[in-house]
DNA sequence: TTGTATGCGTTATCAA
DNA sequence: TTGATAACGCATACAA
C-alpha cells in the first residue's frame, strides 16, 4: 500500500492523503473521513525507503544528554552511539551530544535546553527527578519524542527505555555468590548512592534473593562507597578492620578499583570479590583474579540501540509508547572478557 | 557525494556515469578513467536511501540453509532471521530458508542448487567440506555473496562468518570449572562429534586452559556424546559406573538433558555439570540445580546479524571480504535465564 | 558511445 | 479545498 494506491482508491491526488497523514489541514472533512478509513481499512504504513530520500533533506539531529564525565562506563556507551550515527551518515543523521559531571538537576535542565531548539529526538540518561520529567512531557508536546538509556524515569511519557534490570542484575549476583562460595561466607556490601534507582534495585536484588538461597551466609557489614574508588577503599579498609572474618565482597556500584586497592593494602588476597560492568580498571582486577566475576550490562549495546530507536522512529515517523529494551544481564570472569 | 554530483564534475551525464560504475560497458575509455578517477578522488559511495527504493523492485531473496533440524539450539539462529527479515519488508526482502537432519554432505549441496537460481545473497551453516567449499566460491563468482553462520568454513572466500569463537568458548567453561570447584576435582567429559570443527576447538580450548589453571583437577573419563541426549545418556551412566569418584561434569555439544537424566537416575544429584547453550531443556536442568552454569553463543543474535549483513551487502552493493562478526561466550546461571 | 526520460514513495511548493 | 509538479539518489529502457 502507498499514497499513491491510497489517492487512486479514494478518487483523490496525492497531495491530499499527503495533508491527511501528516495533518496540514485545508482537506474538506468528508474526504479526510473516506481517506481515514481506507488507510485504516487497507493496513497503511508509511514505506520507509521511501521516507529515507526526504528525511535526509531535514537533516535531523538526535540529542543525547548524559552524565558521564569522570565515569568510564559511558565510554562504551557513547562508542555505541557512534556505532549506529556512523551506519547513518546516508541519511543524513547526526549526533548532538552533552555531558556532565554528577547529579545536579539543574545542570542537566541546562544542557536540554542548550540542544532542545535543534533537536528531533532526545536520548538521555535521566536523573530520576520530577523537574526532568515534567521537561521530557514538555518535549513530547513540541513533538520531540525522548529515550531513557540506561536509567529510567517515571511519569515522564518517555517513549523508550534502554537498559538494564538492575533488580534482575542483583539477583545474578547473588546467584554468582553462591557459585564461588559453596553457600559458605562472610560477606560485607559497598553500596552504591541513594539518588541512582539503578543501584538500590540492585543491592534489593541482591539481598533478597541471597537470602533465599543461601541461609547461611552471613551478612557482616555494610557501607557505602559513593559510587566511586575512593570512598569505596576507605568503607572496604573500615570493614575489614572491624570485621576480619570478612572473606566476601560485594560492590553494588562503580568503585571497585578502590576495593581491590584496600583488599590488596592489607594483604587479604584471599577474600572474593563479585562487581559490576568490565571497565579497564575492573577488568585489570578481574585478571590479577582478585574480583571473581562481575555482571554486565551491555553498554555498546545500551548506546547503539537508544541510537537506532531514535532513528527508527525518525524514519518511520510514530513515536512509540512507553516500550522497554531490556539487556541481557552478562556475567563476565577473566576468560570472556 | 551523488552520481548526479560526479557526472557533473566530469562533464558527462548520470547515465554514463551508472554505466562505470555498474560496469555495463559502452564507454570510452577515456571518459570511464576519468570517471572512475573523480570517483576515487571523491570518495563516492552509493546512497543506501537511493538505493533503498530501487532494491525493492528486485525482490530480492535471501537463502538459508541449516542442519538444524532435530536440534533445537537453531530454534533461536531461525528466530534471528524472522526478526531481522521483519525489519526489511519496506525494502522487498524475503527469506527461502531450506534444513536438513544430520550432516550429509549431497544434502547440503543439493539444498543449495534448490535455492541458488532465485536468491541474492546465501546464509549458510556450512558443513567443513571442500566440495561445500567449492561450491561457495562458485556463487560468489556467480554475484551471489556468501554469509556462514554458526560454523565457518576455510577456502571458500564467503563474504562473511557470523558466530562464537569455540577455542574462547572452552576456555571460558574452564574458567567456570575452576569457580565452581575451586580448583579440586575429579572430572569427566562428555566430548561432541569429529566432523563439527567447533566441538574440536571447544574441547581443545577448555582442557589446554583448565590444565594451565587448575593443575589439581583430574582428568579421570571421557567419552563421546554424539552430539544428542541419548548417546550422552549412555555415556555418562558408563563412566559413573566405571569411576564412581567422578564429581564432576563438562560436556561439549547437545545433549546435557541426557547427561542429566543419567545422573538423577543413579542418585547423583550432588555432581556438579558445566555445559553449552541455554535450550529449553537446557534451561530445566538449571532450573533444577543440576547444571550449574552454561556458556552461550548468542544464538538470536548470530541470526539477526548474518541477514542484517546480507542484507547490507544487498543496500551498499558491495561485497565484504573475509569478515568475522565474532559474538561474545555469554555465561548463564538460573538467575539471568 | 552517450544523453534523456521515467519510476521507486514521500514530501514540499505552487498553482488552481 | 485540491491537484499538479519537482525533488531526494539510484537504476534502466530507450532514443540519439
Redesign the interface.
Known amino acids: 500500500m502507498t499514497i499513491k494506491e491510497i489517492a487512486q482508491l479514494c478518487g483523490v491526488s496525492r497531495g491530499t492523503v499527503d495533508r491527511v497523514l501528516n495533518k496540514r489541514g485545508r482537506v474538506k472533512p468528508e474526504t479526510e473521513d473516506l481517506i481515514l478509513r481506507t488507510i485504516a481499512q487497507m493496513g497503511y504504513t508509511k514505506?520507509?525507503?521511501?521516507r529515507?530520500?526526504t528525511?535526509?533533506r531535514d537533516e535531523p539531529v538526535i540529542g543525547a544528554v548524559l552524565c558521564s564525565e569522570g565515569n568510564s562506563f559511558f565510554d562504551d556507551i557513547i562508542q555505541g552511539f557512534h556505532n549506529a550515527i556512523s551506519e547513518l551518515v546516508?541519511?543524513g543523521i547526526t549526533l548532538s551530544i552533552r555531558t556532565m559531571r554528577g547529579h545536579n538537576v539543574d545542570k542537566q535542565l541546562e544542557l536540554i535546553d542548550e540542544i532542545s531548539d535543534h533537536i528531533t529526538a532526545l536520548v538521555i540518561q535521566p536523573i530520576n527527578d520530577p523537574r526532568i520529567a515534567a521537561k521530557i512531557r514538555e518535549l513530547r508536546h513540541q513533538g520531540i519524542p525522548t529515550i531513557t538509556v540506561n536509567n529510567d524515569i517515571e511519569n515522564s511519557s518517555r517513549c523508550c527505555y534502554v537498559g538494564s534490570d538492575y533488580q534482575?542484575g542483583g539477583?545474578?549476583a547473588?546467584?554468582?555468590m553462591r557459585?564461588?562460595t559453596?553457600g559458605e561466607a562472610n560477606l560485607a556490601i559497598v553500596t552504591g548512592v541513594d539518588s541512582l534507582m539503578g543501584h538500590i534495585q540492585r543491592l534489593e536484588g541482591f539481598v533478597s534473593?541471597l537470602r533465599a538461597i543461601c541461609p547461611n551466609i552471613k551478612f557482616v557489614d555494610c557501607e557505602s562507597g559513593q559510587d566511586n574508588p575512593e570512598h569505596s577503599y576507605e568503607a572496604t579498609k573500615r570493614m575489614l578492620h572491624r570485621h576480619p572474618e570478612i572473606d566476601t565482597l560485594f560492590i553494588v556500584a562503580a568503585g571497585s578499583h578502590g576495593m581491590c586497592r584496600a583488599v590488596i593494602d592489607l594483604g587479604r588476597e584471599d577474600i572474593r570479590i563479585i562487581a559490576y560492568d568490565d571497565v579497564p580498571s575492573t577488568q585489570a582486577m578481574m585478571r590479577r583474579g582478585l574480583i571473581?566475576?562481575v555482571?554486565c550490562q551491555q553498554p555498546l549495546e545500551q548506546g547503539y540501540r537508544a541510537i537506532r530507536i531514535a532513528f527508527d522512529m525518525i524514519l518511520s515517523d510514530t513515536l512509540l509508547n512507553n516500550e522497554q529494551i531490556i539487556m541481557?544481564?552478562?556475567?563476565?570472569?577473566?576468560?570472556?572478557l
Chains 1, 2 share one sequence.
Open positions: 514505506n520507509i525507503a521511501g529515507a530520500l528525511v535526509k546516508d541519511y534482575a539477583a545474578t547473588a546467584g554468582l557459585l564461588i559453596g534473593h571473581k566475576a555482571v541481557e544481564n552478562q556475567i563476565k570472569i577473566a576468560e570472556n
